[in-house]
């Protein structure tokens, strides 16, 4: 078998994925899942011909219906408004491969106590694109489901940690106080669930809102804030607010804020709407000058816009697998890349700090990520290597771990929209990675 010297690590970790995935089992069966290669978008024929049948049309009204969203992942812009993220004027930064790769082969934990194969896992999890850097040089690179390199990919709530980044730089610059009520800011959440919450109580989603994210329930205020933000159609006849500044506004306080942490977008949103509020840029400016343009961004990025024209800083930045690795591997060093200081070091030591786990811990269905706590909207586990994680809807990743000096980018569009479902099997595979590296 290949890879030899990872055997011992495998066996710890595949018991580890197992007693994990055995604990879930335990509170709820596991949902049936399709076949991965059923739901490929060319097998299915989503969107092919001029113009497509009608029962292969996607559009947003039905993205969320599976497997829609494997064609609409990397074709978002093609479905309703964006405005661009310009990589700038300069030439790509280099993005060169390693002396020598990981491949196909590579063990990683199945989740039932044995190993399977890192191509079958990216299977098994229905990975769109999977990128692993090692000290800033590709060790792995594969684009799957017709996905093509140039093409951006929808991050979902990975959008929250680039907002998270920038509020966090601002504040390390003296322009956003951490301290202030956010109406000090927005003096249009005033009378909101925001009127005396905290910029940190609201980076860390330690607020008390009225409001629950959850896509099983059709009344959950999540679908009410999919159609503030233009992402999906609000009910026929609804009176739904149709912007985010519009929305936010009439969320009321329940219970306590800094007390427990809540996972809720419209956090972000929040944060959003302050970020454009105190540099008087757009978000979609602010990701180009601060970020993807002094990376050396190879393609333009994009956010997803409302009716308003308001963009979605929660979940609705698209990028490219290899964009997202340079900004991954700029994180890894300390906000050092192409050349430049991008992200100060203080910024980045904010991050990896994390806050209190056991505020984290207060949260329904946190268990599988025990220790884990959510700081300036970033996931931080507390282990031993000092990882921390973007992570979004349908199992998708930005992970980093310093010590090992690796950075892995996985896009997904996974049946289940919970990233908690497949979090254990991802994690012991990161690790698996992690292994392997360190054993070149």
């Known amino acids: 078998m290949p890879y030899p010297r990872l055997q011992f690590a495998l066996v710890t970790l ?11 089992a335990s509170h709820a069966q596991a949902p049936q899942l399709p076949p991965p290669d059923a739901t490929y978008p060319a097998t299915l024929q989503l969107m092919q011909g001029f113009p497509p049948p009608p029962d292969k049309v996607v559009r947003l009204a039905n993205i969320l219906k599976y497997p829609n969203v494997r064609w609409a992942a990397h074709h978002l812009r093609e479905l309703g408004p964006t405005a661009a993220v310009w990589r700038g004027a300069g030439a790509p930064s280099a993005l060169l491969a390693a002396a020598r790769a990981l491949d196909d082969a590579l063990p990683v934990p199945d989740g039932k106590g044995g190993t399977t194969t890192l191509a079958d896992w990216q299977k098994a999890t229905y990975t769109d694109g999977l990128l692993v850097l090692h000290r800033g040089r590709v060790v792995y690179e594969r684009h799957q489901i017709g996905m093509q390199p140039h093409q951006p990919h929808v991050l979902w709530s990975m959008s929250k940690s680039l907002t998270g980044l920038l509020a966090t730089e601002l504040i390390q610059e003296g322009v956003i106080d951490p301290k202030a009520l956010i109406p000090r800011y927005l003096p249009e959440l005033a009378t909101s669930a925001w009127a005396d919450a905290t910029v940190q109580q609201t980076l860390d989603m330690t607020t008390g809102v009225q409001y629950a994210e959850n896509f099983a329930d059709p009344a959950s205020g999540v679908f009410q804030y999919l159609a503030a933000a233009g992402l999906q159609p609000a009910p026929p006849g609804s009176n739904a607010a149709k912007s985010m500044a519009e929305f936010l506004p ?18 972000t949103e929040v944060l959003g709407w302050l970020l454009q509020r105190v540099t008087g840029k757009s978000y979609a400016t602010l990701l180009s000058e601060r970020i993807w343009s002094r990376l050396g961004a190879q393609e333009d990025a994009y956010v997803f816009a409302d009716a308003n024209g308001g963009q979605s800083t929660s979940v609705g930045v698209n990028a490219t697998l290899r964009d997202l690795g340079r900004f991954g591997e700029m994180l890894r ?49 507390h282990d031993e290597d000092g990882t921390y994680e973007a992570k979004g809807l349908m199992g998708q990743h930005i992970h980093i771990n310093p010590v090992a000096e690796l950075v892995v980018v996985k896009l997904s569009t996974h049946p289940v929209p919970n990233t908690a479902f497949t979090h254990a099997l991802d994690r012991q595979a990161f690790a698996a990675l992690a292994a392997a590296v360190r054993a070149r």
């Open 333 to 381: 060093a300390n906000g050092s890349f192409n050349g430049q200081q991008i992200i100060s070091a203080a910024t980045i030591a904010e991050l990896r700090k994390g806050a209190d786990p056991t505020k984290f811990s207060k949260a329904p269905g946190t268990a599988m990520r025990a220790g884990y706590s959510y700081h300036n909207q970033w996931w931080v586990p």
């Open 250 to 267: 009439t969320l009321k306080k329940e219970g306590e804020h800094g007390t427990a942490f809540a996972y809720k977008s419209v956090d």
């Open 14 to 24: 595949a018991a580890a994925a197992a007693a994990l995935c055995m604990a879930a």
